[in-house]
């Protein structure tokens, strides 16, 4: 292993390069060519509000896509702004952690929105920009993980965890009281355990379940991911031989889940997702999996968000409220999805 | 490479200071473990143990589930199908750190190789296409890795994760952050098909053991990989083309990660960028505990074996007790430790460094 090192700079730009450009050509050429998730927008409509009014810029910053879930959240951003003639976003992805985001929102700033749309990394580490921006006259909509000052937004449009954890119980707990189980065994498939929105889920759960004398069996908490989901299940299973019921808190590590449950071949249960994709909603449909409801999470918020954002930049409140003003909280009511209503929600789903 | 050195070092020590080295001798228990040729077997042995012990706490928390032999039955083939995918992955991690290397970036090449087999253009070809694709994808970014270790000279560890970085972000980049789901039922068929009672998956683990034993133990390529690694220099002076055979190495590796990311697929049919998350550690842990040196020269298929299965074990353990997975890490991360400190003990290197220590100062 000792050569001359004079020609090593060379040979080290040439192996670089090949072997980065073979993968940008190679993956060029296998793409996906998969339709891009159906935005959830929401522009036509009767009401004044949906007239052309003053142009607004809009600063949308939301952490890099690592699941279905956050990539939903950007591209229903950006196709909700398409529908606007009047709104121009100018989005920068906030890269891998608070510290990249917030180096990305300096530049956001710099290019004077005249209202920042914000999925911060956490609500805590983000305060401060918050609050930076909205003393600068910037209004800030702060989208899904809350700000814990109430002056460092204008706006809050976000999801109910613990809500979701309710609807998940409520919904087992009454189906398992219609077939008359009395002690029944539930099993939990939480997502990264370290998160508060988890836990919070979690909790919600719990509560609920305990207010009709169940409580949870087992939980295997997985990762968000289709492999975790199934090494979970799989967990899940050998430890529990018989199940009444389960819930699965985010519908695509449940791709994985069921996965398991085939491998396993369990179907003596019921299944509970959360989120609310669009293939959980096509397999409760169909209904021939466990799977028989799924509690929304849904990503259709950033819709939402910038639709919020348009009416505060323009001054006008929602058309059919009574305030001229756009409200200050907004939580979303986490549904529950059967295979009676799945169709409505099919357009929500991502 | 250690039988040399152990016995070289009697010979040296004792005019240091007798009474010293007579302390440090002085475990005569530790001489059966260092007993000639046996070494292997007798770590594996150790593994076995710790096996068994696992099993036994099973038994005492759960007797109620391990009352039922159908269960057991069924748990043993779980522990050992959980333990497949990340077990293909650490033959060819035990290769790569045999050699003298280390490769960071197996998750990574897993998730990219899971992701180009399940893009819609791919499974048009059917599961011929997206095995090729899988196994193609691993080797060849197993190929870069190898050629930017050996003729691009950077250290294996920067090399390989700037892979791990650059593969999960052209996975991201292939799948557009999206879970990509496998419609392909030969493909997902390879994750619940059983042959005579036993799952597939376990069969294809048990074929790449074998086939990564043979390799290892009964070929000359075997034998330069063990000699590569215990000391390149010596290895290039016998006239072994150190780079090209670190080239082979990682190429191992690679495909090694293509044939998982297959089981991976099927197990989870789908794919995702942010699929196989922290294998290289779970390989890597695996191999240590084996008794694979990180330093290179040593190791064993077999051992690898037995620490991935150890792994499956005790999160299967966790999981029929329902206890958090937080416990499960710690406990994970005392266990490498403490096979590591049992394999300094074993093979003298404590000794070595105390009777090393001492002749500095004196």
């Known amino acids: 292993m000792r050569t001359p090192r004079h020609d090593l700079s060379r040979r080290r730009l040439l192996f670089g390069g090949a072997a980065v450009s073979a993968g940008v050509l190679l993956a060029g050429c296998t793409s996906n060519e998969q339709s891009p998730t159906e935005a959830q927008t929401k522009a036509a409509g009767s009401g004044a509000n949906t007239e052309p009014g003053k142009k607004v810029t809009i600063g949308f910053s939301a952490p890099a896509a690592d699941h279905g879930w956050i990539a939903a959240i950007t591209n229903n951003a950006k196709a909700q702004a398409g529908a606007y003639q009047d709104v121009e976003l100018k989005s920068v992805e906030a890269g891998a952690d608070a510290a990249a985001q917030r180096a990305a929102l300096s530049t956001l700033i710099s290019q004077k929105p005249d209202v920042i749309v914000l999925l911060p990394h956490d609500g805590k580490e983000l305060n401060a920009f918050g609050l930076e921006a909205m003393k600068a006259g910037i209004p800030v909509v702060n989208l899904d993980r809350a700000f814990p000052d109430a002056r460092a937004y204008r706006c809050q449009i976000k999801g109910d965890n613990y809500g979701m954890g309710v609807a998940a119980a409520t919904y087992i707990a009454e189906q398992l009281k219609t077939k008359g189980v009395s002690n029944p065994v539930i099993g939990e498939i939480p997502g990264i355990e370290s998160l508060e929105l988890t836990q919070e889920r979690s909790k919600g759960f719990a509560d609920t379940l305990a207010s009709y004398g169940f409580k949870v069996a087992n939980r295997r908490p997985a990762e968000f991911t289709v492999d975790s989901g199934q090494q979970a299940a799989t967990g899940l299973f050998q430890a529990l031989p018989k199940i009444d019921a389960v819930w699965n808190h985010d519908d695509d590590q449940g791709i994985g889940v069921l996965a398991a449950v085939n491998q396993a071949n369990r179907k003596e249960f019921i299944m509970v997702g959360g989120a609310g994709s669009k293939k959980a909603m096509e397999d409760i449909a169909a209904d021939n999996t466990v799977l028989k409801a799924t509690v929304t999470y849904s990503p259709s918020m950033a819709s939402s968000a910038i639709s919020l954002a348009r009416l505060i930049g323009q001054g006008k409140g929602m058309s059919d409220l009574v305030e001229l003003q756009v409200p200050k909280e907004i939580v979303l009511a986490s549904e529950t999805i059967t295979k009676e209503n799945a169709s409505d929600y099919l357009k929500l789903g991502f | ?362």
């Open chain 2, 1 to 362: 490479m250690s039988d040399v050195r152990e016995s070289a070092l009697p010979a040296q020590s004792p005019p240091v200071e007798r009474a010293e080295t007579a302390k440090v001798d002085a475990p005569a228990k530790l001489s059966w473990w260092r007993g000639d040729g046996g070494e292997g077997v007798k770590r594996n042995l150790g593994l076995l143990a710790t096996l068994v012990v696992l099993v036994v706490i099973g038994i005492l928390t759960r007797p109620d589930l391990y009352g039922d032999p159908n269960w057991v039955w069924g748990n043993t083939l779980t522990i050992l199908k959980l333990a497949s995918v990340v077990g293909v992955v650490t033959v060819g991690m035990t290769f790569v750190i045999i050699g003298g290397g280390i490769d960071l970036s197996v998750g990574a090449i897993v998730a990219l190789a899971g992701v180009w087999c399940t893009t819609v253009a791919t499974q048009s070809y059917g599961a011929g296409g997206m095995i090729f694709t899988a196994l193609t994808v691993g080797l060849a970014v197993g190929v870069v890795n190898g050629l930017l270790v050996s003729y691009g000279r950077l250290v294996p560890f920067i090399a390989t994760l700037a892979m791990l970085v650059a593969a999960r972000g052209l996975a991201a980049e292939i799948s557009d952050k999206q879970t990509q789901v496998s419609g392909n039922t030969f493909i997902n068929g390879i994750a619940s098909t059983n042959v005579l009672g036993i799952p597939l998956l376990v069969y294809i683990l048990v074929a790449v053991v074998a086939a990564g034993w043979v390799l290892l133990n009964r070929t000359t390529f075997g034998r330069r990989t063990v000699a590569v690694g215990g000391n390149p220099e010596a290895a290039r002076l016998a006239g072994i083309n150190v780079r090209r055979h670190t080239v082979l190495l990682y190429a191992l590796s690679g495909l090694c990660c293509g044939i998982a990311a297959v089981m991976l697929t099927a197990q989870a049919t789908s794919a995702q960028a942010a699929m196989a998350n922290l294998y290289e550690l779970d390989a890597i842990a695996a191999a240590i505990i084996g008794g694979t040196l990180l330093s290179g020269g040593r190791g064993t298929i077999i051992g690898s074996l037995l620490g991935v299965i150890i792994f499956s074990t005790i999160t299967n353990l966790f999981a029929i007790n329902n206890l958090s997975a937080e416990a499960q890490n710690m406990v994970k991360g005392g266990i490498i430790v403490a096979a590591v400190l049992v394999q300094q003990v074993q093979f003298g290197s404590l000794t070595q460094f105390l009777a090393r220590n001492r002749a500095t100062t004196t």
